[in-house]
């Protein structure tokens, strides 16, 4: 039976970031967190090839408060979860969450198929699955909207800007996927249910062999603003105008903006 | 595969909900509370003041542990004409005592405290999950079904609210009728916390509520209202259905130009809009009472029509709560005598008819009948306005005695109609 792990990460879902109309600043207070959207693909990738292959199916995470992720995401497919859980994971980049991730996955063993997402909803640095590949020592395919398991091995699809490969990859791999792959789950209630009695682990950076002072993250975010759309906040058809004329006015507005250029 | 089975399941995690299921679990009862939002709360309105005396009796002193906004200290009635207003300010210590205070809360963090109390008890809560249909055998409910998967009970609680399919399902109760139902809309608006304790004449921390009869309906029955929370103001309107059928103006519309009548502006000025919604208000009260239980089966809060609309305010979530631990005590018995029988739930009625609940619904049962008369959200706010205009308003004409003015006024409405409708309006209550 072959192994699959889905990596996901728990981010701050961005609908409800809000931009200060002063200084573009990001405001969090009302921010809730969700699974990173094209991880619930990789989740739902995860949790097909269990259903109609028979793969075991398990679910890794790094972060921050993701203890509060549990829930949702085995109600999701995976057997289990095995987690670290740390505060100062907020402000880490890629190599670190990567390092994290390859740890916990080497002590699960014997994984066969990693999948990723291809980017996170929060930083998209696509990062995370080939450094993982490297790390493990595993074949890396990215933006993945096919996936199969077979006697042979791994097939891929991958969806290229003006084309379609199609692989086989031997041995194990990390995979990251498009969001096209597949339409992840709405869970149904005997899921929710079953997740509360699915096993979690959570992992001590000792038990990976992390050393923290060794592994310091090596880029330092300076400042994250929004950009903002200004509205003009005109109105054409005043006084009376015609359709026509105010048709007219709206042409020679547009013009006069280069928005029509 | 042996299904698993549960003493209780809930439809719905709102107060109703989520205190019953607080109460069963608390009791050792295994609870499972299913909730079509994506969290407890996430979808639901409220004007938003919530009466703290029926939760406080489950859960003492709450207020220092939940998510409540603002305890109200100052309550306003202002009557408003189109360029006019006239309003009548209550303060009192009594606010301020234990059981008598109410606090302004938001929805979706204070509907996902109270079912964290329920997780906490031991209850499962199951979030976005829909209820789509009730199981039946011999005519008794034994469950639930939410898409494909089938859950059973011994009793299922339905607390989904105020247009209760389940309930109807159930053979409970029949569709709404327009009459049966006033439509709320609320946006919440954000802003500073000095702000709106400057604006509203408030020390840190506490809260004004605001209630507008008059022109804000645009002389439909029904009323406006505003609520201040920590960092934002509840502002909103509640109408009957019925009538709104006839209103020449939609309801965002009438929201608008709430928004911008000279007395509500600057209360809300360079506030930011960051929440808009709208909701059914069940109003008819104990002339739309169901059948609140059956075999396996009860319905409580909104779901029940358990609200008083007096025309300018709402109350349903304190009658919620008292609905959620009246069900959860008939059910704690029921299964001591493991009997979920009609007759046995019948015990759930008898505690409701005891409580607050039912006297209250009984006391403004004519109400909605007497705020039914236009009279009061037109002719009576311009006579106030208009006595309050010649009494203060200085331009050099000659001055008339006060009697006289009034008298004036009263006479532009009839002082037949006047004495009828203050009668009928002491009768109502
Ligand atoms: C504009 C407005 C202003 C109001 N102002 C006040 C006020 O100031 N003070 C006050 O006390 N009351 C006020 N009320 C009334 C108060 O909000 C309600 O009485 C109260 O929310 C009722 O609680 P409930 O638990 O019965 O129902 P709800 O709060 O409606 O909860 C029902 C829950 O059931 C869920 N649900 C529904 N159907 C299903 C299904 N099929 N499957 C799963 N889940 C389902 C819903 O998502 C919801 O979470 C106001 C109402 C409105 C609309």
Known sequence: MKKV????????????????????????????????????????????????????FLA??????????LKDVLSRGPASISYVNEEWLADVDSSV????????????????????????????????????????????????NKLDITEEGIKVERKLEDGVE??????????????DINKPRIPSLKQILAAKKKPTEKISLKEIGFDINASQPKLKTLSISGTVMERKNMQINTDGLSIKDAALKLVKQLNADGSLA | MPEEKFDCIIVGAGPAGSTAGFLLANAGLEVLIIERGTFAGSKNMTGGR?????????????????????????????????????????????????????????????DQWLAGKAEDAGAILAPGVRVD??????????????????????????????????????????????NQVAVGVKEVIELPAQVIEDRFGLNKGEGAARIFV????????????????????????????ADLAESQLTVPQMLEEFKS?????PLIKDGKLVEYSAHLVPEAGLNMLPKLYSDGVMVVGDAAGLVINAGYTVRGMDLAIASGEAASKAIITAKEQDDYSAASLARYQDLLDRSFVMQDLKQYQKFPEFMENPRIFNEYPQLVVNIFKDMFIVDGSPGKPLRKKVLNHAKQVGLVNLLKDAWKGVKAL
């Open chain 1, 5 to 56: 792990v889905a990596c996901y990460k728990w981010v701050i879902d961005e609908a409800d970031i809000r931009v200060e109309e002063k200084d573009h600043s990001l405001n969090f207070e009302r921010a809730k967190y969700k699974i990173s959207e094209y991880d619930r693909n990789a989740i739902e990738a995860g949790a097909l090839l269990n259903e109609e292959k028979g793969c075991e």
């Open chain 1, 60 to 69: 890794v995470t790094c972060g921050p408060n993701v203890e509060a992720s």
């Open chain 1, 97 to 144: 969450t990567s390092k994290i991730l390859a740890g916990i996955i080497k002590k699960i063993g014997n994984v066969d198929l990693v999948i990723c997402g291809e980017g996170s909803s929060d930083d998209y640095s696509q990062q995370v699955g080939p450094r993982l590949a490297a790390l493990l020592g595993y074949a890396s395919v990215t933006f993945v």
């Open chain 1, 166 to 179: 199609v692989l086989e990859v031997k041995g194990p791999a990390v995979v990251t996927v498009l969001p």
């Open chain 2, 50 to 110: 919530l009466y703290s005396h029926s939760l406080e009796k489950i859960i003492s002193d709450f207020a220092s542990v939940a998510p409540v906004e603002r305890k109200v200290v100052k309550e306003t009635i202002t009557m408003l004409t189109n360029d006019s207003a006239v309003s009548i300010d209550f303060q009192s210590q009594q606010l301020n005592q234990a059981q008598k205070e109410s606090y302004t809360v938001l929805r979706a963090d204070f």
């Open chain 2, 133 to 178: 249909d009730l199981l039946f055998k011999d005519g008794k409910v034994t469950g639930v079904i939410a898409g494909e998967d089938e859950m059973e009970a011994d009793v299922v609680i339905l607390a989904d609210g105020v247009n209760s399919l389940l309930a109807q399902k159930a053979g409970l109760k029949v569709e709404l009728k327009p």
């Open chain 2, 214 to 241: 008059g022109n804000c309906t645009k002389g439909k029955i029904g009323g406006g209202f505003l609520y201040t929370n920590k960092n934002s103001l509840s502002l909103g309107l509640v109408f009957t259905l």
């Open chain 2, 261 to 265: 009548h000279p007395v509500i502006k």
